[in-house]
């Protein structure tokens, strides 16, 4: 009878032990899909605690139009990542899209020229060179163009991918830099009919609107776009997809197009909403973009990931950069943050997915 | 003890010398990158001739010392591009190293006039320490990159996060006025040949025969040809990275250190696109960006021909923006050439 | 007369040192299932990279569904409808199985892609080769029948004509293989045309319809199987009268040595299952087993690639952990890989570097390694093995193939006193072949050679002890004597129908 009751409890132990290692391996499954939500709801929980300002209508503003240029350049990173590639050009695109809307819009095209004459204060009145609608076409256009540039030079003259990138970070810093003189060009109207970007339609600031416009037509392209399966193909296997009459070149050279619009919307979005043109700014984005790509899921050998992961990354790391200016620290020092922050995420990962 | 040093450091030269002129010899027959790099080096040599301001002394004095500042941190980025790997972080590196040097010699007094009290240690303790920063830099890059994190990612993130750390250290202020050792060695000179020259020199001759004749140098292009057969020869992938990085990161230490001295500044906003010059002079010297193949042999000319074309457009009136240009631009038609002659 | 489906006319293919294929006829129709037998060297694969466009003949035509193929490239063969499955299986392992069987023509409706209608058609090709899988799981996460089967599907999705198989039985296993060859027989049924490329005979037996067999670079056989006896085809792939029996090359006896490496009790995951072997030195050891059999991964457990989940390993008596290849080569363990070029050697580097990587300590002076004691050891080892030029600064990718091999060899005779050799004699000719076989022979003196082959004859050939593996358990473990059956071997591994 004993040795009844005992096999019974000791089954009951087993059973009781079985379901909860199940309800472990549910819940370390849930924890790995939806991790990132919830590191988003315990960050922003301290946030409250420590500044609870972060609600303030100005500041939450100031919070969504930061994630757009952010969400921006991180689904450039997606794109490019996605193939198997890296653009490391994206904040030095930002920079000349930057300077390239101030002359644009407040004077001689060719205001460069020579660059002694550079004015740091523009005319007073806001002199747009073309209509403006064209203004912002052309300097889209200029964003697919370096991404095409470089996708070129990597699919078909077979240089690797960052080496590209990072040759083109440089140059069109550059020429960034020759087009400004090296000094920020100040709107006086702020930048004049792209003002409107920081209002709202009705009650939802653009930037949201945008967010979420730019976010849906990505996400879908992704998924239902023969030319998006085609970038999740190429990324997986390059030989195969080539096979399967995919043109692999065409598809990277899509991808850094791809990226460099994103870029120069990033930088003409944020541009238009500060109001000033610096060639010298945006230094170190590209690593932020990394950074929030990978933190959202996608990784450096391509073929996984996408732009809903990307989102988490996005807000976490748009939410730590807001919290850390609320706390009043400074820009280099939120570098130095950053810069050590990424590695480590970078080095969490390794280890996980070992 | 000190005639075995002199006799092993006459050996080494001797070694040295004889790799260069052999590789010389082979050069032109076999290897058309190299050709072409001391070709155009020479081109450009004998074209500056003529410009005038080139052949003075203190053009050329300068010359020796920026030929000194890059070529200490492009030595460092051959090693790293024989591994297949890449350095972005020299820039910030320089900087930390920099500004560090001009912090400890001014410590616990701000803008003070230095003296006895504000050194945090004696000079030389503090020239180590420098290049201990240096190493413990590299050692994370090292780290990160060794257990298989893409080294352009590793040392993007050491490149933002060490200066954000240089900054924050010294409030991104400039500190004045250095010790008499650093500005000694840092300015000074034997004739017209600065100090630093020699330090170059015995650097090069070091690293030479250390890619060459040692059981690291041999995993470093173990490593970089083919990751797979070194891992399994038991060449460890983590060990082998993380020599290479620390090595760059104390010889760029060393560069920021004499920096400092050199300005009798300790400044941490130098080093700015200073990877971009490092790897241009490695790339155009004909090292591999692949890995395997090259070495500091090659990067001499390298860095020999972008100081040069950097003064010829300074000579020229050419301003930094357009320099960065020009160099950026010449890197890449390098790039593309090495891609068309690339090693089958 | 009927035009075959595909046809090879006159097949030549030279290459530097050898002759791979001399004067080749070769046809398959549709609804023929036709198998393609011959030794390691014989020619298959070079006939089957022809057939598939990854090398071009060096004299002789190919026609296609009647039409000369006059490129040979892999894209254009995979256009024309001719579909080869090799062991790496051309898959996106990050898509799901219908977005594999449709990259590159994904349905559409109303511009955007229509996933519901593709897993339709997946669902349909799946069903009608009685393939059991959700066309929506990640390619990632299938078995490797079932990602054979994935490219089997996706190869009729697009229309392909013929389909070569290259000896599918080396990694699938009985129960495996019994799947696949419903489908193959499927394929058969719609009209397909087939090529089997297998090495065994009971397989033929249940798959084939017609027979060929290639020797030397040269068709010897062709007929169809029921015109056929067994023995005859075993006489035409060797060449010689076909014993069960086991013919050893040996020369001089070696009385077995001390115990040197013993495993005990060594699991790995759920592929090696217990195992329990002990290796004398003076020894050369044969383990054999079918693909899946966990040869390979007992194999990398010896060398220290992988660990095992469970048990122990002793060197010399003494406990070791082996975490890493260099822990493997510090206790004198070598192991030599069949795929040199990729894993093997530094193809850019001369042969003395490639013949020092894992022995710097042994050439080292005292900070510097040591030219005059370098060139002494790769001399030497030039030497006994005999490298062809014996240069040693040349370059290894200026090296014939079975030269490379033998820089493999000598790489690892340096320090290896244990020695794991993974498939040595793979791709190499007859003549480099008997070569490597006697080397290894040689310098089994004062080592334990484990030699890991795909072909059970030649580790009969080279060794005085036989493993036999299957479903990673030991089934046979014991000396090779005059009496030892070939047959019963392979029944042991797994082999049998």
Known sequence: MNLEKKTIFSKQIVDNFRSGIDTMIQFKSFFKKYWIIIFFTVLLIFVTITTPFFWSKYNLLGFISLILPFLCISISLTIVMLVGEIDLSVGSTMALTSILVMVMFYGNFWLWLPEATARTVLSSTWDPVMPPLMIIIFILFIGVLIGCFIGFLHAYIGLQGFVASLVMLYLVRGIAMCMSGGKPYHGEFGAGPLEFLSGSIGKFPIAAILIVIISLIFYLFLKYHTLGRSIYATGGDPTTAGLMGINVKRIKVLAYALSGLLAAFAGLWLTGYFGVGDARSFQGYELYAIGMVVLGGTMFKGGHGGIINTLGGVMVFSLLITWLDLLGIEFYTQNMIFGFLIVFILVLNKYTTR | MRIIFFKKSCISFKVFLGKFTKNFKMSFREKPLLFLSYFILGSLFIWMCGIPGFLTVENLYILLHRIVHLGLVSIGMTLVIITGGIDLSVGSILALTCSLTGYFQHWGTWYGYIGQGSFIAPEPVILLMILGVGGLVGMLNGFASGIGIPDFAVTLGTMIGIRGAAYAITGGMKTFGLGPMTNNIAKGSIGNVPYVFFVLVMVLIFISVFERKTAMGKSIYAIGENPRVAKLSGISYLKTKMMVYIISGILVGMAGWILAGRLDTGDPKVGVGLELDAIAAVIIGGTNLYGGFGGVEYTIPGVLIIVLARNLMVLYGVSSNVRLIGIALLLLVFLILQRLFRRK | ?497
């Not at chain 3, 040269?218 to 013919?247: C, Q």
């Not at chain 3, 195992?275 to 030195?281: A, D, G, P, T």
């Not at chain 3, 900070?367 to 014996?390: A, H």
Request: net charge positive; aromatic share 6%; hydrophobic share 40%.
């Open chain 3, 1 to 497: 007369m009927q035009d075959h489906l595909c046809e090879l006319k006159g097949i030549y293919k030279e290459y530097a040192a050898t002759t791979a294929l001399k004067n080749v006829d070769f046809h398959v129709d549709g609804k023929e299932i036709c198998a393609l037998l011959g030794k390691n060297g014989a020619g298959k694969s070079t006939l089957i990279k022809i057939i598939s466009g990854v090398i071009s003949p060096t004299k002789g035509e190919m026609y296609f569904k009647g039409k000369q193929v006059k490129a040979f490239n892999t894209k254009n063969a995979f256009e024309q409808g001719i579909s080869v499955l090799y062991q790496e299986l051309h898959l996106f392992p990050n898509l799901t199985v219908k977005e594999n069987m449709f990259a590159g023509r994904l349905p559409m409706k109303n511009g955007i892609v229509n996933y519901e209608r593709m897993k339709e058609e997946a669902q349909k090709i799946l069903e009608s080769l009685h393939i059991k899988i959700d066309p929506d799981t990640s390619a990632e996460q299938l078995s490797t029948v079932e990602k054979q089967l994935v490219s089997v599907a996706t190869a009729i999705s697009r229309k392909a004509e013929l389909f070569v198989f290259d000896e599918p039985s080396s990694i699938l296993s009985m129960k495996e293989l019994r799947v696949f060859y419903k489908s193959i027989r499927k394929l058969k049924e719609m009209g397909k045309g087939i090529i089997y490329v297998t090495h065994s005979l009971e397989e033929i037996q249940v798959i084939a319809d017609r027979v060929v067999v290639l020797r030397d670079g040269m068709k010897v056989v062709d007929d169809l199987l029921k015109n056929m006896k067994m023995e005859d085809i075993e006489t035409s792939i060797t060449g010689k009268r076909k014993k069960d029996k086991v013919r050893k090359i040996g020369n001089a006896i070696i009385k077995k040595g001390k115990l040197k490496v013993e495993l005990k009790n060594i699991w790995f995951r759920s592929v090696l299952e217990d195992i329990n072997l002990k290796f004398y030195e003076n020894m050369v050891y044969c383990i054999y087993g079918l693909e899946g059999s966990g040869k390979k991964i007992l194999g990398k457990i010896l060398f220290g690639d992988l660990k095992p989940t469970k048990g122990k390993i002793k060197i010399d008596g003494k406990l070791i952990r082996l975490k890493s290849p260099s822990d493997g080569i510090h206790n004198g363990v070598g192991y030599m890989v069949d795929e040199r070029a990729n894993e093997g050697l530094l193809l850019n580097k001369s042969i003395s570097d490639n013949i020092i990587l894992p022995c710097f300590e042994k050439v080292k002076g005292k900070i510097f390694l040591d030219s005059k004691k370098i060139d002494k050891l790769v001399y030497k080892r030039i030497d006994e093995i005999g490298i062809f030029p014996p240069k040693a600064s040349i370059m290894v990718n200026e090296l014939s193939g079975g030269n490379q091999q033998k820089v493999l060899l000598g790489k690892w005779l340096e320090i290896g006193f244990i020695l794991v050799l993974v498939d040595p004699t793979r791709g190499l000719d007859i003549e480099t072949n008997r070569k490597v076989i006697d080397l290894i022979r040689k310098f089994r003196k004062g080592r334990v050679i484990i030699v890991i082959p795909s072909e059970i004859e030649d580790g009969l050939a080279m060794s005085d002890w036989i493993v036999i593996l299957h479903d990673g358990k030991v089934m046979k473990n014991e000396e090779i004597t005059a009496k030892t059956n070939k047959r019963e071997l392979l029944k042991l591994a797994g082999l049998e129908f």
